[in-house]
T-cell receptor
Framework: DQQVKQNSPSLSVQEGRISILNCDYT??????FLWYKKYPAEGPTFLISISSIKDKNEDGRFTVFLNKSAKHLSLHIVPSQPGDSAVYFCAASVGGNTGKLIFGQGTTLQVKP | IAGITQAPTSQILAAGRRMTLRCTQD?????MYWYRQDLGLGLRLIHYSNTAGTTGKGEVPDGYSVSRANTDDFPLTLASAVPSQTSVYFC????????????FGDGTRLSIL
C-alpha cells in the first residue's frame, strides 16, 4: 500500500518555463512534507519542506503547496533551468520523534535548453 | 568536508554471504537511517536510530540488522544475502529524530547473485 504517490514517472519542460511536480498521500496523520532532488550516482539532496499547519512555503525558485483537504502537495520550479534535471522525490513524516519518512516513487524531470 | 560516508560504493555478492554496509557521519547528528531504493518504489526505510544505543525498525526490516555503538557509525548487516536484496542502499542522518530534513550519503550499489 503506497501511502505517498507520485503518479507521473517523468516530466519534460522547456528552460525558463514552470515545472510542476505533484504528490498525493493517503495518511491524514502526516504532518511534515519534504521534497528531495537526486542526481545519478548521488544521494538525495533536501530541497524544501512544509509543515501541515501551512499551505505554502517558498525558497527562491522553489515553492511547495500543500492542500490538506485533497491530500495533495506540489512543487513548483520557476523558472526551470537545465541543472534542475534530476529525479524528485516527495516524502512525508508520520510525526513523533522517530523521523521516519515515507517516500514517493519519484518523478524524473528533464529541462530542455 | 562534513557529511556522510558510505562504503563500499558498490559490491557484487554471492547469495548466502554475509555483508556489512558501513556508514559514518561527522556532523554529530543523533539520528541515523538506512533506506533502500528500488525502481518504481522510491526509498523505503529499513532501520533507524534516534540516538547511540537505540535502534528501531522501518518499513522493510526483514533480513537486515543494525547497531549503533556510537554517534558516528551506523552499520547495516545482511546476515545471509538473497537476490531480492539487490538494491541501492542509502544512509542518512539528522540532528534529532522528528520533523527535520535528513542528509544522505551517496549510496552503496549492492548486487546479489
Amino acid at each position: 500500500d503506497q501511502q505517498v504517490k507520485q503518479n507521473s514517472p517523468s516530466l519534460s519542460v522547456q528552460e525558463g518555463r514552470i515545472s510542476i511536480l505533484n504528490c498525493d498521500y493517503t495518511n491524514s496523520m502526516f504532518d511534515y512534507f519534504l521534497w528531495y532532488k537526486k542526481y545519478p550516482a548521488e544521494g538525495p539532496t533536501f530541497l524544501i519542506s512544509i509543515s501541515s499547519i501551512k499551505d505554502k512555503n517558498e525558497d527562491g525558485r522553489f515553492t511547495v503547496f500543500l492542500n490538506k483537504s485533497a491530500k495533495h502537495l506540489s512543487l513548483h520550479i520557476v523558472p526551470s533551468q537545465p541543472g534542475d534535471s534530476a529525479v524528485y522525490f516527495c516524502a512525508a513524516s508520520v510525526g513523533g520523534n522517530t523521523g521516519k519518512l515515507i517516500f514517493g516513487q519519484g518523478t524524473t524531470l528533464q529541462v530542455k535548453p | 568536508i562534513a557529511g556522510i560516508t558510505q562504503a563500499p560504493t558498490s559490491q557484487i555478492l554471492a547469495a548466502g554471504r554475509r555483508m556489512t554496509l558501513r556508514c559514518t557521519q561527522d556532523m554529530r547528528h543523533n539520528a541515523m537511517y538506512w533506506y533502500r531504493q528500488d525502481l518504481g518504489l522510491g526509498l523505503r526505510l529499513i532501520h533507524y536510530s534516534n540516538t547511540a544505543g537505540t535502534t528501531g525498525k522501518g518499513e522493510v526490516p526483514d533480513g537486515y540488522s543494525v547497531s549503533r555503538a556510537n554517534t558516528d557509525d551506523f552499520p547495516l548487516t545482511l546476515a545471509s544475502a538473497v537476490p531480492s536484496q539487490t538494491s541501492v542502499y542509502f544512509c542518512a542522518s539528522s540532528p534529532f529524530g522528528g520533523n527535520q530534513p535528513q542528509h544522505f550519503g551517496d549510496g552503496t550499489r549492492l548486487s546479489i547473485l
